[in-house]
């Protein structure tokens, strides 16, 4: 489904939104925390933009005027989101090849990655990006492109130098880092995605992600 040619898109197809000032931005943030609320609570199709506007205290007119009709409001609010959401994870991946125990490493890192992924308001957003995929796929790209920045990237540099020293058989430092993400952080993830009453503790957190940084260590041990 297109946008409506309402203002400038970027490379992903997310309205570009210039930021007003003064009383028109507080506006504008009140209708975005308002519609992610009611986003987030009925997906795209059922929210409704008159309960937006009773929520946010802003009038349906200034609502369009700020982003121009429904559609063009669920992809500014989701897409601006996004890069906020996952600004901390680029913390941690950089000290990897360097770590004095690379396993401790890599599970402290996975563990941290977790705690922020499996948030509540996290998954809540991944399951609403989930099924509206079809409709807005830039929102796919987008999320890819922004998990794979904030901590692929750097994982897959950490990677790269190990190989080069030897210390790791990682080849193909890309794909060996998309199996570290599936083996730790995806099983929990893809738990809770699915069973929004899911728990996992602590323990069982640091098991599950151990045991995924095991499978890994071996399958590209360095080569005596």
């Known amino acids: ?14 309205p570009v939104i210039p930021a007003p000032v003064d009383v028109s931005q507080r506006k504008r943030q009140a209708i975005i925390d308002a ?5 987030l609570r009925e997906g795209y ?14 009038s349906k007119a200034t ?5 121009g009709n429904k559609e063009r409001l669920f992809l500014a ?15 941690g991946a950089a000290g990897v090849a360097d770590a004095p125990d690379l396993r401790t490493a890599l599970v402290d890192l996975a563990v941290d990655w977790a705690h ?4 509540p308001d996290i998954m809540s957003l991944r399951r609403l990006v989930i099924g509206e995929i079809d409709r807005f796929p830039q929102l796919g790209q987008l999320w890819y492109r922004v998990t794979f920045d904030m901590y692929n990237a750097p994982l897959i540099s950490a990677f790269t130098t190990l190989n080069e020293r030897g210390e790791l058989a990682t080849p193909d430092p890309a794909l060996a880092v998309q199996q570290f993400v599936a083996a730790t952080v995806g099983v ?3 738990v809770h995605t699915f069973r929004a009453d899911a728990g996992t ?15 890994v260590l071996a399958r590209y041990a360095a080569k005596a």
Do not use: W
Not at 63 to 67: E, G, L, R, T
């Open 1 to 14: 489904m297109g946008v409506e040619a309402a203002g400038p898109l970027d490379e992903y197809g997310i």
């Open 35 to 39: 519609a992610l609320v009611e986003f």
């Open 45 to 58: 199709s059922a929210a409704s933009m008159d309960a937006i506007t009773n929520r946010s205290g802003v």
């Open 63 to 67: 609502i369009y005027k700020h982003f």
């Open 77 to 91: 609010v989701v897409g601006g989101i996004l890069p906020q959401t996952y600004a901390r994870l680029e913390c």
């Open 116 to 119: 922020i992924l499996l948030r």
């Open 188 to 190: 929990p993830q893809l």
């Open 201 to 215: 503790t602590e323990d069982e957190l640091r098991r599950i992600i151990g045991s995924g940084v095991d499978l």
